[in-house]
């Protein structure tokens, strides 16, 4: 696959001032500044309903690089640090109406050939009425781009509206709909585990692997969004979008190509082919938890309902769920899906469970347990291959699992990139393989929607501790385990 070169551009970042754009976006631009991948013009336009104190804004910024930065970093980059914040500039838009846009119209007309990226970190009720004021300034050429934060929308219905929007102003080419999972080391690294290792593809199947368990486990609770989370629930937050995602990648079949529509297609059967639910397999496979009050760690928490200061909230913090995927490749292969808040640990892994020997020729006290393959995402992100090995020793066989480990951060001594400094760049080469496309968006939408509309009478909340693992034992066939840390 041929990569496009930077252009010359303006980022400009509606909600600039917010905490992503402190904490990921402008960082993650710093970082490949540093690193000379941005040896080119371009100019950052942070976008505040209210503020207007640039110097402010930019010591704010600097401040947030810092801390992405290691000790170092700061001590080697500390001009070149100061060069890239003098690059943002403040622009105050109190409302998105053509009258407002002039400032904005003033600094993007001072190079009409520079790329125009249009990064949307706003709640996306807000899109529409952007993408009209753009409209309406004439801001939008053949070769601006949008960048799409989630949540794009709550259901199937309000989701096809907001793309409807988006769709009048941008072509889908334009449309970059961002999930940060899919920037990870580990995650990009599965492709090539999957697709350059003959080890592995050919044992990935329903005749080599016993299930799969894909797991994003919080520790912290809802914190400051429990306004917009008590409205959603931990199936919309993380299942449909980051936990599908990831589910595609390991499933899907091996693309012709790198070509990201190529790529796309593979991920759009994946999701086409998952089992729909009906209101008795719901039952049987789904398990929706809110946490109440534990420890995590040395910290005594509160309960879900005390963090929203609501007491007659039925949203759930945690789901577990066994699904399958309905074609040759998986048939009746169990994929256990967890995610949780207010759970023992953070972390995100996706285990590969291998089949045991049709045949044991060791005694059956000492049966071999599973291989397993771990992708770890977060908080290290590493891949390990545990297999069995003899323990060293008189007196027959005793085995232990061993793990032979590929550790990014050993292997690879330079720093870890983060995974919002991969999709800008992909973004500003104009490569969507990362990104989703609108029919698998759509697609995600359907299979999920009939399980967020009929859960909450078939799957009864099952309440648990903070700082345990959650109820998932609940759909567990007889002799699986979780995998844990």
Not at 319 to 338: C, E, F, G, Q, S
Not at 363 to 387: A, F, G, T, W
Not at 468 to 476: A, R, T
Request: charged letters at 25%; a neutral charge; one cysteine or more.
């Amino acid at each position: 696959m041929e990569v496009n070169k930077i252009k010359p551009f303006y980022m400009v970042i509606f909600g600039g001032d917010g905490d992503l754009a402190k904490r990921k976006i402008i960082p993650a631009l710093c970082h490949r500044f540093l690193d000379g991948q941005l040896n080119l013009p371009f100019e950052i336009l942070v976008i505040s309903r209210s503020m207007n104190d640039e110097k402010a804004i930019r010591s704010v910024f600097t401040d947030f690089i810092k801390l992405s930065c290691t000790a170092d970093e700061k001590t080697k980059f500390t001009k070149q640090i100061k060069e890239f914040v003098g690059k943002i500039t403040l622009l105050t838009i109190p409302e998105n109406k053509l009258d407002s846009y002039g400032p904005l119209t003033d600094h993007l007309i001072r190079n009409k050939e520079w790329e125009r990226v249009f990064y949307f970190s706003v709640p996306s009720s807000a899109f529409g009425e952007i993408c009209q004021a753009l409209d309406a300034a004439q801001l939008i050429t053949s070769t601006s781009k949008v960048v799409l934060e989630k949540p794009l929308g709550h259901d199937l219905k309000s989701s096809r509206e907001i793309n409807s929007v988006i769709s009048a102003s941008f072509k889908e080419y334009q449309i970059f709909r961002i999930d940060h999972y899919l920037g990870k080391e580990t995650v990009q690294n599965l492709m090539v585990l999957r697709f350059a290792n003959p080890l592995f593809e050919r044992a990935w199947n329903a005749d080599n692997i016993d299930n799969i368990q894909i797991t994003v486990a919080e520790a912290l609770g809802v914190e400051s969004r429990a306004g917009y989370y008590d409205n959603t629930g931990a199936l919309l937050d993380m299942v449909q979008n980051h936990l599908l995602q990831l589910l595609c990648l390991i499933a899907m079949e091996p693309p012709a190509t790198l070509d990201p529509d190529t790529v796309r297609n593979e991920k759009l059967k994946v999701i086409q082919s998952l089992r729909p639910f009906t209101k008795k397999t719901i039952a049987e496979n789904i398990v929706r938890g809110q946490y109440t009050r534990g420890r995590v760690g040395a910290d005594k928490v509160n309960s879900y309902l005390e963090d929203i200061q609501k007491y007659e909230s039925e949203t759930e913090t945690f789901v577990a769920m066994k699904t399958y995927i309905d074609n040759w490749r998986w048939k009746n292969t169990p994929i256990y899906l967890r995610t949780g808040k207010r759970m023992k640990k953070r972390y995100s892994d996706i285990v590969i469970n291998f089949k045991t020997m049709p045949h044991s020729i060791f005694p059956e006290s000492n049966y071999p347990l599973m291989n397993k393959l771990i992708i770890r995402l977060q908080p290290d992100e590493r891949i390990e291959l545990v297999q069995l090995s003899k323990v060293p020793g008189p007196g027959g066989y005793r085995f232990k699992p061993i793990s032979l480990e590929l550790d990014f951060l050993d292997s690879f001594k330079d720093r870890m990139p983060d995974a919002y400094e991969r999709l800008i760049i992909d973004v500003l080469r104009g490569n969507q393989t990362l990104f989703m496309r609108y029919d698998e968006l759509d697609s995600a939408w359907t299979w999920i929607e009939y399980i967020s509309r009929n859960w909450k009478k078939e799957v009864p909340i099952t309440l648990y501790e903070s700082g345990s693992w959650g109820p998932g034992d609940l759909i567990l066939e007889h002799g699986t385990k979780w995998q844990t840390r």
